[in-house]
């Protein structure tokens, strides 16, 4: 993000202050998408899971605990993680999707034999933004390394099973400026495409306008672009 620091240090313009606040403004957007983009994987669609679930089995006396739920980022795993573990169990082993990022550990289970078991499962299940934890109380019995990989392999999975899901659309940020005289056909039409987050500023923008961001379904942004422009009868800019 080094392009967006230099930009953000640029000297005002002390002859025109509303300039500068335009320009404020534009530079905070494009950086909040540029953050977005960088965090997530490209906009789309997707299914998850609706809440947390939990399923349990004992395999020759251990018993296997699966908790997977929702992550909606990479930093939300270590919250998830510190919320569902069991520091009295023997091993909190767990994986991880977030779009196209990976993780998992085996966390003292030989290497290989627990966390990649059950990220192969929620790459089975066609979920995202998706994390498992299997948390094991050992009971005595060693199951070998190919036991373990069907043991944690197969508790996740029945757990992700019949999992209740959602699907989810992607939100993009999206800025529009907006004549003070079209704000009503503007609204209109953002509430018509189930727009979030709908935010305005009357400081900022050039004289007689307003700055109005809002927060829309990836694949309905083009579409509301169009919108607007074919209802509105002065050309809009858009950030």
């Known amino acids: 993000m080094q392009v967006v620091t230099s930009l953000l240090h640029l000297q005002p313009n002390c002859c025109n202050p509303n300039k500068n606040k335009l320009?404020?403004?534009?530079?905070?957007?494009?950086?909040?998408?540029?953050?977005?983009?960088?965090?997530?994987?490209?906009p789309g669609a997707f299914t998850t899971?609706?809440?947390?679930?939990?399923?349990?089995?004992?395999?020759?006396?251990?018993?296997?605990?699966?908790?997977?739920?929702?992550?909606?980022?990479?930093?939300?795993?270590?919250?998830?993680l510190s919320q569902v573990k069991d520091p009295k169990a023997t091993h909190n082993c767990w994986a991880y999707k977030v779009g196209d990022q990976y993780r998992s550990t085996d966390d003292g289970e030989p290497s290989g034999t627990a966390g990649k078991p059950i990220q192969a499962a929620i790459e089975a299940s066609g979920l995202d933004r998706v994390m498992v934890v299997v948390i094991r109380h050992f009971g005595g019995i060693l199951l070998g390394s190919g036991?373990?990989?069907?043991a944690y392999g197969r508790t996740a999975a029945e757990c992700l099973k019949n999992a209740p899901t959602r699907f989810v659309k992607s939100k993009v940020s999206m800025g529009v400026e907006v004549p003070f005289e079209l704000l009503g056909l503007v609204y209109h039409q953002l509430q018509s495409f189930k727009v979030e987050d709908i935010n305005q500023d009357y400081e900022t923008g050039?004289?007689?306008t307003t700055m109005v961001t809002f927060k829309v379904?990836?694949?309905?942004?083009?579409?509301?672009?169009?919108?607007?422009?074919?209802?509105?009868?002065r050309e809009l800019e858009f950030y």
Do not use: Y
Request: aromatic residues 8%; contains cysteine.
């Open 23 to 42: 320009l404020s403004h534009r530079l905070i957007c494009w950086c909040n998408k540029a953050m977005s983009s960088s965090s997530n994987s490209q």
């Open 49 to 80: 899971l609706h809440e947390t679930v939990t399923f349990k089995q004992e395999i020759k006396k251990s018993k296997f605990i699966a908790i997977a739920g929702h992550i909606p980022d990479q930093q939300f795993a270590n919250s998830f």
């Open 147 to 150: 036991g373990l990989v069907r």
């Open 206 to 208: 050039t004289e007689g």
């Open 217 to 233: 379904d990836f694949d309905q942004a083009e579409s509301l672009k169009d919108a607007l422009k074919n209802h509105c009868s």
